[in-house]
């Protein structure tokens, strides 16, 4: 039997709980609690994502920020 990636584990397990996948990024933790088959250590994972993804630090996230603050300036 092929083991199953940690990552495609934890998609599917939301998956199951009616969860899409871009819901990880959004999701709080009080509803991941409510997830059947979730372990404390798939929390722990579902929370640094969000962190690492949503953290000021993440240049990413502050380029669109900062284009959002723009194109509300052009709009205003």
Same mark, same amino acid.
């Given at each position: 039997?092929?083991?199953?990636?940690?990552?495609?584990?934890?998609?599917? @397990?939301?998956?199951?709980?009616?969860?899409?996948?871009?819901? @990880?990024?959004?999701?709080?933790?009080?509803?991941?609690?409510?997830?059947?088959?979730?372990?404390?250590?798939? &929390?722990?994972?579902?929370?640094? @994502?969000?962190?690492? @993804?949503?953290?000021?630090?993440?240049?990413?996230?502050?380029?669109?920020?900062?284009?959002? &603050?723009?194109?509300?300036?052009?709009?205003?």
């Amino acid at each position: 039997m092929k083991r199953e990636r940690y990552e495609q584990r934890l998609f599917r @397990i939301l998956a199951d709980a009616g969860c899409p996948p871009a819901r @990880i990024l959004t999701v709080p933790p009080e509803e991941l609690v409510e997830v059947p088959g979730i372990t404390v250590p798939n &929390i722990r994972t579902v929370l640094c @994502i969000q962190n690492r @993804i949503l953290s000021a630090k993440n240049t990413v996230r502050q380029r669109e920020l900062l284009e959002a &603050i723009l194109h509300g300036a052009e709009d205003g």
